[in-house]
């Protein structure tokens, strides 16, 4: 199976929490491929809350009402994908640079199910390099602190998040401790926040592999 093949497996399984509603809504090609299959049980979905103008256009495609998170209630359920995940389910997310507002989402409901092919789940998170979004007039700040931190930070360039802001990919991480540097990254002034999701990790971890698909809680 090609790993599209893994992440489409991941998403269908993620199908299964979705009790119907109001629903998160992540970004990336592996929710891409779940959003396709809610459009296959709209009946359910009262709306979703999307976490990027990419999100929103798919899941207006499929005439899936997109909802303003103000408007709604704390939400039972959000699906997004990661880049990384370790074993307790920390993960480094930011790869398509929509990490702030799937924070948010992440932050605003119960139940967290990330959906990732098998290849994604390390013992150490940081060989992705670690996306970091900041207001635009403080990057060079911001790089220089992440330097102190033992961070190789790149401008990402020609990319603006939806929020209008830049990012920083943070290479040659070893990342022993996700919560503390989430928290000491998130204090820098300029940051919008970073692509760890330690503080608020996953709450299952759906990984699709050549075995079918493993479950991690
Ligand atoms: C976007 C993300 C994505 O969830 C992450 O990059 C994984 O993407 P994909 O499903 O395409 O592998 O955090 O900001």
């Known amino acids: 199976m090609s790993q599209d093949d893994l992440k489409r497996l991941a ?28 459009a296959g049980v709209k009946g359910k979905i009262e709306g979703a809350v999307s976490s990027s103008e990419a999100s929103t256009k798919l899941l207006k495609s499929h005439n899936i009402p997109v909802l303003d998170l ?13 880049d990384e995940s370790n074993h307790q389910l920390h993960l480094v997310k930011g790869g398509g640079g929509a990490l702030t507002r799937e924070k948010i989402i992440a932050g605003a409901s119960k139940t967290f199910v990330c959906i990732a092919d098998g290849s994604k789940l390390v013992d150490t ?30 401008w990402r360039e020609n990319f603006v998040t939806d929020n209008g802001n830049l990012i920083l990919d943070v290479h040659n991480l070893q990342i022993e401790d996700p919560i503390k540097l989430e928290q000491q990254i998130n204090n820098i002034t300029g940051v919008v926040t970073n692509g760890l999701f330690a503080l608020r990790p996953a709450d299952v971890l759906l990984l699709g592999t050549e075995e079918g698909v493993k479950t991690v809680k």
């Open 11 to 38: 998403a269908k399984a993620a199908l299964e929490y979705f009790e119907g509603g109001v629903i998160g809504v992540g970004t990336g090609s592996t929710v891409n491929h779940f959003i396709d299959f809610l």
């Open 70 to 82: 103000n408007a709604t209630a704390e939400l039972d359920l959000y699906v997004d994908g990661a």
């Open 125 to 154: 998170l940081g060989s992705f390099p670690l996306p970091v979004e900041v207001i635009p007039m403080a990057r060079s700040h911001v790089a220089r602190q992440l330097v102190k931190l033992d961070g190789t930070p790149i």
